[in-house]
């Protein structure tokens, strides 16, 4: 998938190194629970929303809001810190949550 704005990318990486790439988080994690993939994963990487860097997902913090305007509408973003991901969700009504939260919603 191309990646149309890179503050909003995932990327899944499974143990026999095949790279996935999504221009939405939340379409990462559709992708990996409608294939049964969890078990298989080697890695999930995200974009920090304002520095644009690669994170590992499982460190990283998020802000899911219906005010926030996504390639594919999940209204998902990460941060690096969790401080960030705080003053994000305060400017935008939500809530900050964690990668085991994303399985979810």
């Known amino acids: 998938m191309a990646i149309s704005e890179r503050r909003y990318a995932a990327e899944f990486v499974d143990q026999e190194g095949t790279i996935v790439k999504f221009d939405d988080i939340r379409c990462m994690i559709r992708y990996v629970r409608d294939r049964d993939l969890r078990e298989k994963a080697a890695a999930y990487f995200v974009t920090d929303y304002d520095k644009r ?12 809001s219906k005010e926030l305007h996504s390639p594919m509408a999940s209204g998902l973003v990460a941060f690096q810190e969790k401080t960030k991901a705080e003053e994000f969700s305060i400017k935008f009504h939500a809530e900050v949550l964690n990668f085991q939260d994303l399985w979810k919603i």
Do not use: F, G, N, R
């Open 53 to 64: 860097i690669w994170l590992p997902a499982e460190k990283s913090y998020y802000v899911k």
